[in-house]
Structures are given as C-alpha cells and as structure tokens.
C-alpha cells in the first residue's frame, strides 16, 4: 500500500475537487435518468448474515451486541444484492440503489475496501433490456461531465456510440484462439480440456487450477485487455460454470444469461437473468463455500432469509455496476482514490 499526503491537506483537496464536484453532477444525472424510467431509489442495509457467497470476495467481519449480551456474527455487504431481491419479493417491480459496500483483500489503481455501487432491478423484463440501460447510463454520465470521451491509461471509448455486443465464446475465439463451449458441457467446465486449449494458446497454468482458474487466467492475459476499445463492450452468455446467480439461457447447458459491461479495458458491470430456483441457488452457494473453504480457509453463512425469498421473487434482471469507476472514466481519473470525497486510508493518488 502506497503512503502520500493526507487528502484533506488543502492543496491536496484543491487538486482532487474539479472531479468530486463531476462525481455529484453524474450522480444526479444518473438519478434524473433512472426517475424517469420509473425507478424508486432504495437504501438496504450494511450490514447482514452474510456478506455473499462468491469464492474469491472476501468480507469484514463484525458481531452485533444485543441489550441482554447476546451475540450475533455479521458482515459488511458485499453487494447489496440479497437485499434488493427480497424487496422484489416484497413486490416492487423497479429498483437501484448507490451502495456503499466493502470487500477485504482488495486495492489498487481499481479497487478500494470501501466504494459505491449502483444496482438496479427490473421485475419481469429480459436481462438484454439491461444492456440497453448501460448504453443510455453511460452517455448520460459523459453528458454530466462535460465530456466526449472516456480514459484509461491510454484507451479511450465514444461514450455516445453504440456498444459492441460480443459473447464470450467469440472473445475467446477471436483474441485467444480457443474454443471455449467445447470445454463446457451439462454445465460443468472439462478442466483438461480446457488446460489444453491454454498451453496451445501459450498460455500457463498450474497443476491444481480448476477450469474456473484456467478461465480467469486466459481472461487476463488475452480477453480483458481486448475488450471495450474504441466504444463499449457488452460481453454476454458466460459459460454455465461461471454463472453464480444468473440462470441458464433457455434450452442451453452451457451458457447462462449473464453479461459484463467494459469500458477502455475496464470491467464496469455485471448483469444477469435472475436465478430463481431455489434448490440450485443453495447448490451453487455450497459448492462456492466449500471451494472458498478449500483455497481461502474461510467461508460464509448462507442467508436462509434470502432463499425463502427467492421462492417468490418474480423473474427480474439485475446489474451491478462500480460507480466509482464509471466517474473515473468521465473524468479521466488514474486511481480510485482521486474520486472519493475520503479514501479510507487518506491515499489521495
């Protein structure tokens, strides 16, 4: 972790204000937006049973004390994804929320262990109308900020230009040469399979990668830094293996209605057709704790509450997008911290 000076030193603040004042304009704007879309904004709580139950996020942990000494575990979200569900349950049909959420483990010009995300709900609509709300959401934000273009580290995008829609398999065969659905099948990813078509495409992994890992590393090395150059990019139909909270595309064992969102290299979203079967929602959960258990030495408590509602939940989609990072972009920041009005450890770069 790298020291500077104090943001709150007045040449320091001087310097770092012209884009926190643009980070208030955009969110205003994003508001405005979502108005009139008919969304009504929801605050959800920070605090919860369980963080989330994906392998490689990692929570902070606290205890509630009661009147009486009582004692309960709990943690800062990490999304505030389980609670917005339970208000689709409850019956509304158009939601966001600015979260603030926390992951542990996590820094860099990117990541910060607490920031904003903004989330929102459709009840009853497709996950492609979703894709057209992140096309709509970043123009606006580029119009907030008084800008044409979108930075990072020398990669640019037209905010206003239609995003190019490419799914995961023509990523992978186009930037690393491999064909990925042929590693996929009854929703299982073939590890061997899969390791082969990395050494192939010269790229290494190690012994006890699963096919999950050997994903992640072509991802790097070859997809990611392909994706979102010159306009947007919507990555859609993740492989099955990596759906976590998404369902299957219909009549398919081996994609499901996911997508991300990328911008100048950048991931700024994750979307999905909303799971709503219960009994494989837990299955996934499970087998995503056992595996955290198995590479992190920890896991997390499933919230039941959050099933329960699942069994109602209408079919939705869902996005999550890094606000942050999105202001970041629109004002060509170089590090998260030169976006929030006050970084956790006083890092101003």
């Given amino acids: 972790m790298r020291q500077s000076s104090p943001f709150w030193l007045p040449g320091v603040h001087a310097g770092r204000r012209s884009r926190l004042r643009a980070r208030g304009t955009i ?15 929801v605050e959800t709580a920070a605090l919860q049973v369980s963080p989330g139950n994906e392998t490689h996020l990692h929570a902070f942990a606290t205890e509630l004390l009661g009147p009486g000494g009582e004692r309960l575990a709990l943690y800062l979200r990490t999304s505030p994804e389980f609670a917005c569900k339970k208000l689709l349950a409850a019956g509304e049909t158009r939601i966001f929320e600015f979260a603030r959420v926390f992951r542990n483990r996590e820094r860099g010009a990117l990541h910060h262990p607490e920031f904003t995300m903004l989330e929102w709900y459709r009840a009853n609509e497709p996950y492609q109308t979703l894709m057209d709300d992140c096309a709509a959401l970043i123009a606006e934000a580029a119009r907030a900020a008084g800008t044409k273009q979108f930075t990072f580290r020398d990669k640019t ?8 829609r490419v799914t995961v398999a023509q990523a992978y065969a186009r930037h690393a040469g491999i064909d990925l659905l042929a590693t996929v099948e009854g929703g299982q990813g073939d590890t061997k399979k899969l390791a082969a078509a990395a050494a192939k495409a010269g790229v ?7 096919w999950g890992d050997i994903f992640s590393r072509i991802m790097a090395e070859r997809v990611d830094p392909q994706l979102g150059l010159g306009r947007a990019t919507l990555l859609y139909e993740y492989p099955l293996p990596l759906a976590a909270l998404a369902r299957a595309k219909p009549g398919s064992d081996k994609v499901a209605e996911r997508f991300e969102l990328y911008a100048c290299g950048v991931e700024l979203a994750n979307a999905f057709g909303e799971l ?10 499970e087998n995503a704790m056992a595996e955290k258990q198995r590479i992190h030495g920890e896991s997390y408590p499933i919230d039941e509450d959050f099933l329960t509602a699942l069994a109602q939940m209408p079919q939705a989609s869902g996005i999550a997008l890094g606000f942050d990072r999105l202001v970041m ?3 060509g920041a170089t590090r998260i911290e030169q976006v929030l ?9």
């Fill in 27 to 41: 969110a205003a704007a994003l508001r405005g937006l979502f108005a009139a879309g008919d969304f009504v904004e």
């Fill in 157 to 164: 995008i037209d905010p206003f230009a239609e995003p190019e």
């Fill in 204 to 210: 290494a992994t190690a012994a006890d990668d699963t």
């Fill in 276 to 285: 709503t079967n219960v009994a494989e929602q837990r299955a996934r959960f």
């Fill in 329 to 331: 972009l629109a004002t």
């Fill in 341 to 349: 009005w006050a970084p956790v450890t006083g890092d101003d770069r």
